[in-house]
T-cell receptor, first 113, second 114 residues
Framework: AQSVSQHNHHVILSEAASLELGCNYSYGGTVNLFWYVQYPGQHLQLLLKYFSGDPLVKGIKGFEAEFIKSKFSFNLRKPSVQWSDTAEYFCAVNTGTASKLTFGTGTRLQVTL | SQTIHQWPATLVQPVGSPLSLECTVEGTSNPNLYWYRQAAGRGLQLLFYSVGIGQISSEVPQNLSASRPQDRQFILSSKKLLLSDSGFYLC?????????????FGDGTRLSIL
């Protein structure tokens, strides 16, 4: 069965710092990859997704992620974080089976002023 | 546009009592429906999913069950709650079968078992 690893459980950054959150998955076949964000008190929202084409995908609010097939990774990046980016971020993988998603354990990002 | 409703938002139940959490989707037909449990530090665990009325797949053995009596209604139930059933439960929907469509989540129900 596939699994998703997010090694950074809690990240604290100052505003304007650059962000990279790691996501690795274990599955040898075709994958669809997602990043979701959960702002405090809000529901999970889609940040960006990859399923084919350009491995560098851009999402909302200046986020981007790069799919590196050889490394089984889909890291999330943002050049300059804002205080409003404080949230929990989840990486998820779908292997095409009934649209089921396997989620990572999440990374809590705290951005300080 | 499509919307998803979950209720109640919070629920406190005694051990051994029954449970019924409801989720409805509006604005789409024949969605895939999902129940997740979110635990701190453990991400989201898929409990059940459904690709059509009366079709339920269980992902993990547990004290809970799910039903889909109507196309856009998904219910999470238990006959007798355990302390370990405490958690945050999320309903989600998606369309299609290819796996490249995102899931859309409800606001969740926080369930506390006393």
């Amino acid at each position: 069965a596939q699994s998703v690893s997010q090694h950074n459980h809690h990240v604290i950054l100052s505003e304007a710092a650059s962000l990279e959150l790691g996501c690795n998955y274990s599955y040898g076949g075709t994958v669809n990859l997602f990043w979701y964000v959960q702002y405090p008190g809000q529901h999970l929202q889609l940040l960006l997704k990859y399923f084919s084409g350009d491995p560098l995908v851009k999402g909302i609010k200046g986020f981007e992620a790069e799919f590196i097939k050889s490394k089984f990774s889909f890291n999330l990046r943002k050049p300059s974080v804002q205080w409003s980016d404080t949230a929990e971020y989840f990486c998820a993988v779908n292997t095409g089976t009934a649209s089921k998603l396997t989620f990572g354990t999440g990374t809590r990002l705290q951005v300080t002023l | 546009s499509q919307t998803i409703h979950q209720w109640p938002a919070t629920l406190v139940q005694p051990v051994g009592s029954p449970l019924s959490l409801e989720c409805t989707v509006e604005g789409t037909s024949n969605p895939n429906l999902y129940w997740y449990r979110q635990a701190a530090g453990r991400g989201l665990q898929l409990l059940f999913y459904s690709v059509g009325i009366g079709q339920i797949s269980s992902e993990v053995p547990q004290n809970l069950s799910a039903s889909r009596p109507q196309d856009r209604q998904f219910i999470l139930s238990s006959k007798k709650l355990l302390l370990s059933d405490s958690g945050f439960y999320l309903c989600a929907w998606s369309i299609g079968t290819g796996g490249n469509q995102p899931q859309h989540f409800g606001d969740g129900t926080r369930l506390s078992i006393l």
